[in-house]
């Protein structure tokens, strides 16, 4: 239970770590994706694909 609950939790820390770097580079271009729970278990749960995924809905549907 311990090695599942303490995976996890990697997983939320890096999703956000992944977020916010990838704000921290894209602010100039004027990107930017909220840091908010939704993002991070889409990330959490999806990867890299659901970070796609947020950045394409987001500049879709603005």
């Known amino acids: 239970m311990k090695i ?3 995976v996890i939790l990697r997983k939320i ?3 956000f770590g ?3 770097g990838i704000n921290i ?3 100039n271009v004027g990107i930017y ?3 908010n729970i939704f993002t ?3 990330t959490t749960i ?3 694909p659901g970070l796609l995924s947020l950045f394409a ?3 879709l549907l603005a």
Do not use: C, H, Q, T
Request: charged share 10%; hydrophobic share 65%; no cysteine.
């Open 57 to 59: 809905l987001l500049y």
């Open 13 to 15: 820390v890096f999703a």
């Open 46 to 48: 999806l990867g890299a």
């Open 18 to 20: 992944i977020i916010y």
């Open 4 to 6: 599942k609950l303490g």
């Open 25 to 27: 580079m894209l602010k």
């Open 33 to 35: 994706l909220p840091l």
């Open 40 to 42: 991070i278990s889409i």
